[in-house]
Each structure stands twice: as structure tokens, then as C-alpha cells.
């Protein structure tokens, strides 16, 4: 058993080590290694479009994450003061964000923005004095807003989780010793339940960063890190793309690592 | 006192319009929006026209064959992972020292956090016609191929969800109560009777969650069998693709769409049964 148990570590790491191995080779060819070199990094770095799908990326992944941060974190503490009924309901909202299949998501944000846009860009013309009436179409505002449904579903449930196995004791004791609900909130519940929002907006971010498919659909005209790698594997796998893809695997892992220590830190 | 209910409920009420509007706004507007194009009709130039008909439903076998390979290859992937990920976990829980195992453990899900799309696209890099074929025609094995079949996006799929299959029963196993295993043995069970009428039998929560967490998953793929099926191996999430960005026809894939969904909920139903006879009422959770 032993020997299979490594045999499916091997199987695990063997394609990521041939990427990174890869990234750092100095021919341009993906079947034998010529020599160790940087100039695929260079050559990812200074390519304009590349750049830009990374900003992108940044962007919206940043944006959602932090979002999802707050409205989750606010979402767990309102659903600690409501009945069963009502949990009952988010649950299932929630639990429909994760469960729903990425290409469903997509495709749900993109058609109702759709039906939105094609209701409310007559308006926004008739309305508008001037000669250019803004549009509103889809970009950076649909995607964040798909990344923030799952990712906020995210940060609901861990935060939650970090809730209920807080120490009542110290919230019962603030509020004997007369602290305003917000005191108490703030110098109790917030420093205990903070490590799980943290964890929570890492873990969303990741994922925002990592998604091709919800983005895919309701990109419009922009392009997204995953969006333009898997533009470009269409093309055919280049060095450059190995080599963005092993400082996306370093951030991603380092960041995951982050999150499962705050995750795991007891106070 | 009545003042002070009032606000407890307009604090609770703040707290949770947030995530209200964004539920119904990102959620459950778009899956009316989805389930109302459903029974509409394709405009002339694309996209969508109203109308109220079952039309897309009826034409639900125009796309059977993204239906049977999806139907066909996400369970048989999801089978095939737990084949995989059951001595995996196995060992993690009972064979190794609790240190090494958070240090395993890590391991095991680092490649679930970095991107399916990496890791899918490496896929391409092995199994392409400079991978393994090459050095198979180095030692005289000639001519074949193992990009764009069902294999290989089998094999992604394995890669890609072992490790979302392995966590549930890890923590199935890990939850395990050991004295029961020593009561087993102490009575004069084999090692091998033990597993089959303790350990087995206790992990297969576990089992069910990882099963129906990846075939659900599965039922919505698009990047595995698009990078490793080359094209010829259609998932129903392809045919989404297509339909929605290429094809504009987007009654019909709002059907499909709705037709997936309710497909998930049952795989999700039939496994909670399943659970709930096999387990009375224990719960696994993932996170």
C-alpha cells in the first residue's frame, strides 16, 4: 500500500514539476531540456498582453475577494441572530453558489445581465442630455460580481464554522461587565473570527484568480489570466506560458499556505 | 424591551441585505432569467426571442451525444478516482504518525488549490505526440496515440479530482473510532474481515460525499475534456460553450442548462438517500 501511496504522490506532482522544469529551459522546445535559463520569465513579462490579462486578473480576483470578505463575514453574524427557517433558506441559497456548476453560473450571470442591459441601455439613452449616452455592458463588474456569488458563499461557511466554536463564555462576560454590543463585538468576537475572514478572503481570491469558465462567459471584451493561457494552449503550449504558470502555481500555493495556517491557528 | 427587539431585528436585517441582494440578484434572478429563455424561441440573428413553448426541451436529443459522454464518463471518472483515492486516504488516516500526516494531508491538497488549467494543460505535454509516444516509438512501439481519446480525459479527470476525493474519506476514516478496530481484532477478526465489516462500512459516508461532490462537479466540466478529449470527446458544458458563445442559440442552451441543474440536484438527492440508509444521520464535512 505504501508503494501505491507514493506511486499516487508521483502521479499528483509529476505533471507540476515537468511545467516548472519546463519554464526554465532555454530551448524552445518542449521535449528535451537544452539548458537552464530565465528568458522565459523575461520573455512573460514583457509581453503587453500578458501584462494586462495579469492586471486584469488582479483586478477582479482582488476586488470579489474583498467583497466576498465583507458581505460574508456580515452575512455569518447575521445568520447567528436568525430562526432555523431562515438559515434554513441561506443554506440552501449558499450551498446552490458552491454546488451549481461553474458553466451554469456563467451562463445564468450572462444571460440576466443581458436582459438587464437590453432593458436598461434605452433608458440610460433617452434619459442622457449629452451626445454619448453611457452603456452599461459586460467587463470587470459581471465577473466580480459571478466571483463574489461562490466566494462569498465561501467566506459565509468558514466564518460561520470559526462562530459557532467561539467561547460564549467571553461574550457573556463582556456583556456582564456592561460593554456595548459593538465593544464587545470589537474587542471580542472580531480579534477570535478574524484568521477565518482572512482565510476566507484567500481562498476566495484563489479561486477568482484560477477560474476560466464563469469569466469566459461573462467577460465581454476582456481577457483574464486563465482566459488568455487558454487562448494561447489552443495556439499551442509555449515556454512563456510555463513559465507564468509556475509563478501563478508559487503565489497560489504560498497563498493557500497562508490561509490553511490561519485556518489552523487556535486562539 | 420592545425597542430593543426592534433593533436587534434592524441590526440582523443590515447584516444580512448584503448578501440577500446578491443572492437574488446574481442567483436567483439569472436562474428565472435561464429557466424563462428555456421555453423561448431563437431569434434570427441569435440569442433570444420570447415565446412560451417546450420546443427546446423536445430537441434535447440533438445534443445526446455531450448528454451520454457526460452521463457515461462523469460517474465512470468519479469511480474510477475513489478506486485511486480510497488506499490514499486509508493510509493518511490509520497507517502514518499524526505529524507526517498534516505534512501529507498538505500535499494532497496544494494541487486542488493551484489551477485545473496548469494542471490539465501538463496533461497535454505528457500524453502529446512528443510525450510518451515519442519515447514508446524510441523503443519500438510505434503510431500511438493517447491525446483526444476517452482515455485521456479520463485520466485528467482522475488527476484533476483525486484530491476533492481522497478529503471526505480521510475524514470518514480519521473519524473513525479505533477502539472499535481493536474490538474486532481482539474478537478474532482477520485483518481483512475487519476492514470489510468495520472500517468499510463506517467510511462509506465519506464515499458518498466525494462520489456525488465529484460527479456533480463532472456533470459541468469543460476544460478537461476541451484540452485532453481534443474536441471529440464532448461534455455537456461544451456543448454550453458552444451553444452560448459560438452558436448563439441561447434558448436551447438554456434548456440544457436547466436540464443539467435539475440533474445535479438529483445526483445530490440520490446520494443524501443513499447516505442517510447506509449511515443513519452522521454528516461529513468538507471544510
Known amino acids: 500500500?505504501?508503494?501505491?501511496?507514493?506511486?499516487?504522490?508521483?502521479?499528483?506532482?509529476?505533471?507540476?514539476?515537468?511545467?516548472?522544469?519546463?519554464?526554465?529551459?532555454?530551448?524552445r522546445n518542449a521535449s528535451e531540456i537544452v539548458g537552464f535559463s530565465f528568458r522565459w520569465y523575461g520573455t512573460a513579462l514583457s509581453n503587453p498582453f500578458l501584462v494586462e490579462a495579469l492586471q486584469n486578473t488582479l483586478i477582479v480576483a482582488s476586488t470579489s475577494a474583498v467583497l466576498a470578505a465583507v458581505f460574508g463575514t456580515s452575512a455569518a453574524l447575521g445568520l447567528a441572530r436568525v430562526g432555523p427557517r431562515t438559515r434554513a433558506v441561506f443554506d440552501a441559497l449558499f450551498g446552490a453558489a458552491i454546488v451549481v456548476p461553474g458553466v451554469v453560473i456563467g451562463i445564468a450571470t450572462l444571460v440576466a445581465l443581458v436582459a438587464l442591459f437590453a432593458a436598461v441601455n434605452p433608458l440610460l439613452a433617452s434619459a442622457w442630455p449629452g451626445p454619448n449616452p453611457p452603456r452599461l455592458g459586460l467587463g470587470y463588474s459581471s465577473i466580480i460580481a459571478a466571483h463574489g456569488l461562490f466566494s462569498m458563499a465561501l467566506v459565509t461557511m468558514i466564518v460561520r464554522a470559526r462562530l459557532g466554536s467561539l467561547s460564549r463564555d467571553l461574550v457573556e462576560a463582556s456583556s456582564d461587565l456592561y460593554a456595548t454590543p459593538l465593544t464587545t463585538?470589537?474587542?471580542?468576537?472580531?480579534?477570535?473570527?478574524f484568521p477565518a475572514?482572512?482565510?476566507?478572503?484567500?481562498l476566495a481570491f484563489t479561486f477568482s484568480f484560477d477560474d476560466f469558465i464563469i469569466a469566459f462567459f461573462v467577460a465581454g471584451a476582456q481577457t483574464t489570466l486563465p482566459i488568455y493561457i487558454f487562448a494561447s494552449i489552443r495556439r499551442g503550449v509555449t515556454p512563456e506560458i510555463n513559465a507564468i504558470a509556475t509563478i501563478v502555481l508559487i503565489a497560489s500555493v504560498a497563498m493557500v499556505l497562508v490561509a490553511q495556517a490561519l485556518l489552523r491557528r487556535r486562539s | 424591551m420592545a425597542t430593543a427587539t426592534a433593533r436587534r431585528t434592524l441590526v440582523t436585517t443590515l447584516l444580512l441585505a448584503p448578501a440577500t441582494a446578491w443572492l437574488v440578484v446574481f442567483l436567483v434572478l439569472p436562474f428565472i432569467a435561464v429557466i424563462v429563455f428555456s421555453v423561448g424561441l431563437r431569434a434570427p440573428e441569435g440569442g433570444y426571442q420570447a415565446a412560451f413553448t417546450l420546443a427546446q426541451y423536445a430537441n434535447l436529443g440533438a445534443r445526446s451525444t455531450a448528454f451520454w459522454n457526460?452521463?457515461?464518463?462523469?460517474?465512470?471518472?468519479?469511480?474510477a478516482c475513489l478506486l485511486v483515492a480510497y488506499p490514499v486516504a486509508y493510509y493518511l488516516a490509520l497507517r502514518v504518525s499524526p505529524r507526517r500526516r498534516l505534512i501529507l494531508l498538505a500535499l494532497v491538497v496544494i494541487p486542488f488549490w493551484t489551477s485545473l488549467l496548469m494542471r490539465t494543460y501538463a496533461w497535454m505535454?505528457?500524453?502529446?505526440?512528443?510525450?510518451?509516444?515519442a519515447f514508446l516509438d524510441l523503443i519500438g512501439i510505434p503510431d500511438v496515440r493517447l491525446l483526444n481519446t476517452p482515455g485521456s480525459v479520463m485520466l485528467g479527470i482522475v488527476y484533476g479530482y483525486l484530491p476533492l476525493m481522497i478529503l471526505p474519506i480521510y475524514v470518514s476514516l480519521e473519524r473513525l473510532d479505533r477502539r472499535l478496530l481493536e474490538a474486532s481484532a481482539?474478537?478474532?477478526?482477520?485483518?481483512?474481515?475487519t476492514f470489510l465489516g468495520v472500517t468499510l462500512p463506517l467510511s462509506l459516508p465519506g464515499v458518498m460525499t466525494g462520489i456525488s461532490l465529484v460527479t456533480i462537479l463532472l456533470l459541468g466540466e469543460y476544460l478537461i475534456p476541451?484540452?485532453?478529449g481534443g474536441g471529440k470527446v464532448f461534455f455537456i458544458g461544451n456543448a454550453l460553450v458552444d451553444l452560448f458563445l459560438q452558436s448563439r442559440n441561447w434558448p436551447f442552451g438554456s434548456a440544457i442548462a436547466v436540464t443539467l441543474v435539475v440533474a445535479s440536484v438529483l445526483v445530490l438527492l440520490v446520494a443524501n438517500?443513499?447516505?442517510?440508509?447506509?449511515?443513519?444521520?452522521?454528516?461529513?464535512?468538507l471544510i
Request: glycine fraction near 10%.
Open chain 2, 226 to 228: 476541451t484540452l485532453l
Open chain 2, 125 to 133: 505535454y505528457i500524453l502529446g505526440a512528443r510525450g510518451i509516444p
Open chain 2, 186 to 193: 481482539d474478537l478474532g477478526a482477520t485483518p481483512v474481515s
Open chain 1, 197 to 202: 475572514i482572512l482565510a476566507g478572503l484567500l
Open chain 2, 273 to 285: 438517500r443513499v447516505t442517510a440508509r447506509i449511515s443513519g444521520a452522521r454528516q461529513v464535512d
Open chain 1, 1 to 27: 500500500m505504501r508503494a501505491f501511496v507514493i506511486a499516487v504522490f508521483g502521479f499528483l506532482y509529476l505533471p507540476i514539476a515537468l511545467v516548472v522544469l519546463f519554464s526554465f529551459n532555454a530551448g
Open chain 1, 185 to 193: 463585538f470589537r474587542s471580542i468576537v472580531l480579534p477570535q473570527i
Open chain 2, 70 to 79: 457526460t452521463m457515461v464518463l462523469a460517474p465512470a471518472g468519479a469511480l
